[in-house]
Each structure stands twice: as C-alpha cells, then as structure tokens.
C-alpha cells in the first residue's frame, strides 16, 4: 500500500517566486510531488518544458490553469464570456493531458459582478457538460473547488460542499469531481462536509487558517488552527486514495512566505502535514 509521504505534493503557488526547474528540483529534493500552475509554463515556450517535465519523473497530481472559472474571477477578468473561457480551458486540457495522464484539471464558477448567481450557475452547468466530456476524451478528469465564503461572489458562487453536490448532481459526470481545500472548509460546520463526498471526491488541498489580510494569503499546515489531523482522518474515512496537495498563497501581506526561505517553506509545510497525518492515525 502507497503510504501517505507518498501521495503527498506541493502546488507550485506555494513557491510563486521560483521558476518551474527550481520547483521541480525542489520538491524532488524533499521527496514531493507537484500540482503544476499554467502560469509558470511560457507561451511561447511550453511544448519544450512539458517535454523536459515529462522527463524529470516527478509525480504529477493536477493542473490549475491560467483561466480556470467559467466566469470572470477577480484574479482573472477576461475574458468575459464563458465560451470563450471554455475555448481556453479545453485548450490547456489539450497542452497537458500528456503530462496529467488521468490527473485533473481545477476549476471554480467565477462570479457575476452584479451578484447575479443564477446565471453563473446556469452558465457553469453548460459549460462543465461540455468540458467533462472533452477532457474525459483525453484522459484528464476536472475537479471542481468550493472556496471560503470571503471570495464569493469574487471567484466563485459556491463557497461549500453541499452547493457543490447540487452541481455535481446536474453536471452528473464520472469525469467531473470535487475538490476539498481544508483551508476554505477549516470550520467544523464547514469540515463535516467533507464526509459527504463519497466517491466524488478527486482531490484533496492542505493548508492553515488565521483570519487573513488579503484574498490570497493562507498558512503553512500545523502552524495555526484548522484541525487538520481530523480533516485527514475524515478524508481517509471516504476511502480516498489520491493524492494530498499543500497550497499556500502569500500575496499582499507582509512578511509573505512568498519573501521567505522558500526551501524552508516547503519544509515545514511537509513537517506539519506529516504530523497531522501521524495524528490522524496514517501510516508512515
């Protein structure tokens, strides 16, 4: 049996600063695999380094792509309509599906600047029909990630795990998944939920909460106060066995790990998620 160490990665946001070598030679040092960001690939360069990543034998979980809302998101505001965001999603579905070999994609709603949910809503449920056949096509499933109740109506329109289901039931897909972020669902009202996922969910993302300073800033896992040893034991209790993500934003805040020892970042993240794993009763 794969034991925890091994499904645990880092999401290259973590080490915003770092190029994608540093972070591959970084997280392969600390014995991590790596959740990828579009963003640290080159337009005009990307074919090469998804050749020279293939190629480095690091395990590969997912992909958060440049453009990952149906809607406009407050990180990305065009463009605005969604066909055309979809465009550009099946387009990265289609750059990476060669590195994802049956990994995900991420993606959330985006928002309606006029606070008008249901048109979010009705444009996600079509435009996810259509990408959970397009990337089901190319052997890449599609996470979907409720986010904390401070970006709705910002990033998304659905801030829980229950909302969630709802489109998951409409979108009602084996391609499409769920994501479960314990920083976004740290509160226990909010932790229980993960409980309900069952077999839908495809992906796991670890970090701390203290109340923040910024839209983006989060902690390294252990170091505040999510209960993260009961987070994990309720995932493990679903029988999930994929892999576990550490994500870190650190934008527009002082003292930003994004400004530290990244190094040392990685490896007190990796430390406190090991301790919270050994809490929770997972094997070495």
Same mark, same amino acid.
């Given at each position: 049996?794969?034991?925890?160490?091994?499904?645990?990665?880092?999401?290259?946001?973590?080490?915003?600063?770092?190029?994608?070598?540093?972070?591959?030679?970084?997280?392969?040092?600390?014995?991590?695999? #790596?959740?990828?960001?579009?963003?640290?690939?080159? =337009?005009?360069?990307?074919?090469?380094?998804?050749?020279?990543?293939? =190629?480095?034998?690091?395990? #590969?979980?997912?992909?958060?792509?440049?453009?990952?809302?149906?809607?406009?998101?407050?990180? $990305?505001?065009?463009?605005?309509?969604?066909?055309?965001?979809?465009?550009?999603?099946?387009?990265?579905?289609?750059?990476?599906?060669?590195?994802?070999?049956?990994?995900?994609?991420?993606?959330?709603?985006?928002?309606?600047?006029?606070?008008?949910?249901?048109? $979010?809503?009705?444009?996600?449920?079509?435009?996810?029909?259509?990408?959970?056949?397009?990337?089901? =096509?190319?052997? $890449?499933?599609?996470?979907? =990630?409720?986010?904390?109740?401070?970006?709705?109506?910002?990033?998304?329109?659905?801030?829980?795990?229950?909302?969630?289901?709802?489109?998951?039931?409409? #979108?009602?897909?084996?391609?499409?998944?769920?994501?479960?972020?314990?920083?976004?669902?740290?509160?226990?009202?909010?932790?229980?939920? %993960?409980?309900?996922?069952?077999?839908?969910?495809?992906?796991?993302?670890?970090?701390?909460?203290?109340?923040?300073?910024?839209?983006?800033?989060?902690?390294?896992?252990?170091?505040?106060?999510?209960?993260?040893?009961?987070?994990?034991?309720?995932?493990?209790?679903?029988?999930?066995?994929?892999?576990?993500?550490?994500?870190?934003?650190?934008?527009? %805040?002082?003292?930003?790990?994004?400004?530290?020892?990244?190094?040392?970042? $990685?490896?007190?993240?990796?430390?406190?998620?090991?301790?919270?794993?050994?809490?929770?009763?997972?094997?070495?």
């Amino acid at each position: 049996m794969t034991s925890f160490a091994d499904r645990l990665q880092i999401s290259e946001i973590t080490t915003k600063p770092w190029s994608l070598e540093q972070d591959v030679a970084s997280y392969r040092r600390h014995g991590l695999g #790596i959740e990828l960001w579009e963003s640290k690939f080159s =337009e005009t360069d990307y074919d090469r380094q998804i050749s020279w990543i293939d =190629e480095q034998g690091i395990s #590969i979980s997912s992909l958060q792509p440049r453009v990952m809302t149906v809607c406009a998101s407050m990180s $990305v505001l065009e463009p605005k309509d969604p066909k055309e965001r979809l465009r550009l999603m099946c387009r990265t579905v289609d750059r990476f599906a060669k590195l994802l070999k049956g990994g995900l994609i991420l993606t959330n709603t985006g928002a309606d600047p006029t606070g008008n949910e249901d048109a $979010v809503w009705k444009a996600s449920v079509e435009a996810y029909k259509r990408l959970a056949d397009y990337a089901a =096509e190319r052997n $890449v499933r599609v996470a979907f =990630e409720p986010l904390g109740a401070s970006l709705m109506n910002r990033s998304t329109t659905i801030p829980n795990i229950r909302i969630a289901l709802q489109l998951l039931e409409q #979108i009602n897909h084996p391609n499409f998944g769920l994501c479960a972020d314990s920083y976004n669902l740290w509160e226990s009202s909010a932790l229980h939920q %993960v409980s309900l996922c069952g077999d839908q969910l495809f992906l796991v993302h670890l970090a701390d909460w203290k109340r923040p300073r910024s839209f983006h800033h989060r902690f390294i896992p252990g170091e505040r106060v999510v209960p993260l040893h009961d987070f994990l034991d309720r995932v493990r209790n679903l029988g999930y066995t994929g892999p576990y993500v550490i994500e870190l934003f650190s934008e527009g %805040v002082p003292n930003s790990l994004w400004e530290q020892d990244l190094d040392s970042v $990685v490896e007190r993240s990796k430390r406190g998620v090991l301790q919270a794993a050994a809490r929770a009763g997972f094997s070495a």
